[in-house]
């Protein structure tokens, strides 16, 4: 239709190469036409974590296959797109620059404008995706393998602040560390999650990270509490006693649920904010979905979180938040613009 463009959305920063399109309507709603994902994570899942030179191999292999198949589901052709998208960091360099590079290459081909863009907004921006806008003002709460945030959004394309981090671990490298502590597989979200439902979560009193009188409000902990799971298992496993897995992972994941949701409704209430969007790998958890759900419901918070598949990363959500910076007329990156693995958040698209 007249009026509307085309957004391409590439991201690369960790294990997964993304391609996405979305289209920019010219009342500024913006749809999703097509999300293609390659993941390597078999390929670090004998390593427990992933491994940066196999990620950009990986990309480099995939991105191809992957474009192909974004442009083969949308229906469209490279002459369709009117603007890219690229993560431009946070997040692995050498996984990075080969998303950028890609990025370059295609937008100086098309003679389109380019957009490096923030991963961590990418994760938000692409609930508009699901729920349509998002309101004036909101809070954000990313839950991955690489970050734990709260994010106080103020316009997606306008500005991001950091209200919280993690101090040390990320929710999700406490699951991935705590399924290698219990011989589960890697990743270790989704096993300890389906253990857990077998499990009770009162059977034991692991620690709430940061949560004293005297602790940073909206930071989070996790490695005291991964610690604290390795400690109890080593000592029953010296008794000779079996261990409980569905009950340890029940406790563990309740005490990541509780921590994550109790400061994500404080901040929330604290800084005046109605709605609340959980995204990021961990943000399929069912435990920290339930709770949230309950809780936000308590304290009169809309509660969003986008489906499983747009909440771990993908080149939609950077499409996504592509398209909402062109919509707010941003300026676009320079052609030679680097990847920055440590992009602060508050960086929305670089200039
Ligand atoms: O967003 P994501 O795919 O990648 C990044 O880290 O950016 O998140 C992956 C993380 C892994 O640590 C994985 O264990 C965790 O998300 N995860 C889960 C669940 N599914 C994935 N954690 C808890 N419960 C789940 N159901
Ligand atoms: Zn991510």
Same mark, same amino acid.
């Given at each position: 239709m007249t009026g509307d463009r085309v957004v391409l959305g590439i991201e690369s %920063?960790?294990?997964?190469?993304?391609?996405?399109?979305?289209?920019?309507?010219? @009342?500024?709603?913006?749809?999703?036409?097509? @999300?293609?994902?390659?993941?390597?994570?078999?390929?670090?899942? +004998?390593?427990?974590?992933?491994?940066?030179?196999?990620?950009? +191999?990986?990309?480099?292999?995939?991105?191809?296959?992957?474009?192909? +198949?974004?442009?083969?589901?949308?229906?469209?052709?490279? %002459?369709?797109?009117?603007?890219?998208?690229?993560?431009a960091g946070p997040g692995l360099a050498g996984a990075l620059m080969v998303g950028v590079a890609a990025a370059k290459a295609y937008a100086s081909a098309l003679g389109v404008p380019l957009f490096g863009v923030n991963h961590l907004g990418g994760h938000v921006a692409v609930d508009t995706l699901e729920h349509g806008p998002l309101p004036e003002r909101c809070l954000a709460l990313l839950v991955s393998g690489g970050h734990t945030q709260l994010l106080l959004v103020e316009g997606i394309a306008e500005k991001i602040t950091e209200v919280g981090s993690t101090i040390d671990d990320a929710a999700g490298e406490a699951y991935d560390k705590v399924a290698r502590i219990l011989d589960l597989p890697y990743p270790g979200g989704p096993p300890i999650d389906r253990q857990a439902r077998l499990g009770d979560p009162a059977a034991i009193a692991f620690p709430r990270g940061l949560t004293g009188p005297r602790d940073p409000r909206y930071d989070f902990s996790f490695s005291g509490l991964k610690t604290a799971v390795a400690r109890w298992v080593e000592t029953e496993q010296r008794a000779g006693r079996e261990i409980p897995v569905p009950d340890v992972c029940a406790s563990f994941q309740e005490a990541v649920a509780d921590v994550l949701t109790a400061k994500a409704v404080r901040a929330a209430r604290d800084l005046n904010v109605d709605t609340l969007v959980i995204s990021g790998g961990v943000a399929a958890n069912s435990r920290l979905s339930a709770l949230a759900a309950q809780r936000c419901a308590e304290a009169g918070i809309r509660l969003r979180v986008p489906r499983p598949r747009l909440c771990t990363d993908n080149g939609a959500m950077i499409a996504a938040l592509g398209a909402h910076v062109l919509a707010a007329g941003a300026k676009p990156s320079p052609l030679d613009m680097p990847a920055n693995p440590g992009l602060p958040v508050n960086t929305i698209v670089i200039q």
């Open positions: %920063s960790c294990d997964e190469t993304g391609v996405g399109l979305v289209r920019l309507t010219a @009342d500024g709603t913006v749809e999703l036409l097509a @999300d293609a994902v390659a993941s390597s994570v078999d390929e670090h899942a +004998r390593f427990g974590g992933v491994v940066p030179e196999i990620a950009s +191999r990986a990309h480099l292999a995939a991105m191809v296959p992957t474009m192909r +198949r974004a442009l083969d589901q949308s229906g469209l052709k490279l %002459s369709d797109v009117d603007a890219i998208a690229v993560t």
